[in-house]
Every structure is written in C-alpha cells, then in structure tokens.
C-alpha cells in the first residue's frame, strides 16, 4: 500500500508542474460553477428571447456536464501513463515489486475516485436539478469506470502526447450514449447500448423500478469491466 501511495505522489507532482494539467483538474470546479450560476442566467434569456424553456432539460443537462469531468480524467490519467512510458517507467515498475498490475491499480485507486468524487459532487451541489442520492451514487460508480476505459485506450494506442490528445476525442463518441438514452425512443434506444455511457444515462433517464435499476448497474459494472479487462491485455501485450 505505501508503494501505491507513492505513485499516487508522483502523480500529484506530474499535475501540479503541468498548467494544462492543472487546467484540467480545475474543469469540474468551472462546470460545477457554471451549472450553478450561469445556467439558470442563460436558461431565463433564452426563455425571454424565443419563448423555450429549458427548464424541463435540467435533468439532461446535468447528466451530461457531470459526464466531462469523468472523461477529463481519464484523458489525463492517459496522458500521464504515456508521459511515463516515453521517460522508460513502466518497463521499470514492471521489474520492481510494484509490477505493471500495480502500477495501473494506482491509476485505478486515483483518477477513478478523482472521476468519482467530481462527478458525484456535480450531482449532488449543481442546483439545478436534484437526483436522489444513492441513484447518484451508483450512477457516479460506472461514470468512474470510463476513466479507466479512457486511460486505457489512449495508452495502448497513443504513440505520443500529441496523438493521445488527437484520441481524446474518442470521449466524444462515447458520450454519444448519454443523448440517445435521453432522447431516442424505443425500439431504437437499443442502439445506445453499444456505448457504455448509456447504462449510467438509462439509471436517471427512465422512471424504472428498483431491481430494474439494479439490474442495469449491474449489467453495466459488466460491459465496462470486459471493457478494461480487453483493453488491459492489450496494455500488457504491448508492454512484456
């Protein structure tokens, strides 16, 4: 545990020496603030203007923001991994008793809870719309799991900094499901369910009974984790 912690320092230190770094860890703190303050600002001009109301999508809109700062991490979780990588420290931890499996639980243990806390702290101090708490909770649970997934595939197919960045935007594709659960009805809602972000979209989007949602998060915690466990081979492929 105190070799885990230690990488855990390193990677502190690696955020704080970066600005781009520390602009990305400052992300959730803006998004939290603009939800807050600014949304409701916009939502009553847009209203006075053309007579829409976006009230009634504050569920969504929620949903969604508190998604970024979970893909913000894995994004830099990636990019510290392939910074390592370039400077020969993961072949070194591989030949120490830390091992690659540990190195990458570090990854695991700290911006997993850091995609954790963001997202939770979004759901829960936004303002403007209110989820229950334990829906929150689970729901922040698989959204953690993305920055894995994220951290993961930029690793494995990232040659460097400037393609991890290009990558990035994989991101982009998998919020894709967050819009269609929301939006798309059925029979053709089916089609989200290729993205993993649809199962946490699904929790808050349908009024389902409890074991319904359980059985969603449950089956979600599943995709995600054959997710990373094949692109963790992969990661251990491309590093013997």
Known sequence: MKKITALMTGDIKNITRDPAFIMLFMA?????????????VFSEIISEKT???????YDFIVLFFSFLP??????????????ERDEGLIMYYSVTPIARKGYMLNKVYFFGIAGFVWSFLIFL??????????LSFITSCLYALTTLVLALFLSVYAGNKVEA??????AGIIITGIPL???????????????????????????????????VWAAGTAYYAVIIHLFYRMFEKKWQ
Do not use: Q
Not at 70 to 83: E, K, P, Q, R, T
């Open 28 to 40: 959730p703190v803006i998004i939290l603030l603009f939800l807050r303050f600014l949304v409701p």
């Open 51 to 57: 007579g829409f109301s976006v009230v009634p999508y």
């Open 165 to 170: 960045l290009a990558l990035s935007k994989f």
């Open 125 to 134: 101090l936004n303002g403007l719309y209110y989820f229950p708490f334990w």
């Open 181 to 215: 659960v929301w939006f798309v009805p059925w029979p053709w809602k089916m089609a989200a369910f290729i993205f993993p972000t649809a199962f946490p979209a699904y929790i808050l989007a349908e009024n389902n009974t409890v074991p319904a949602i359980l059985f």
């Open 70 to 83: 979970v893909s913000m991490a894995g994004v830099l979780a990636g990019l510290i991994i392939i910074d």
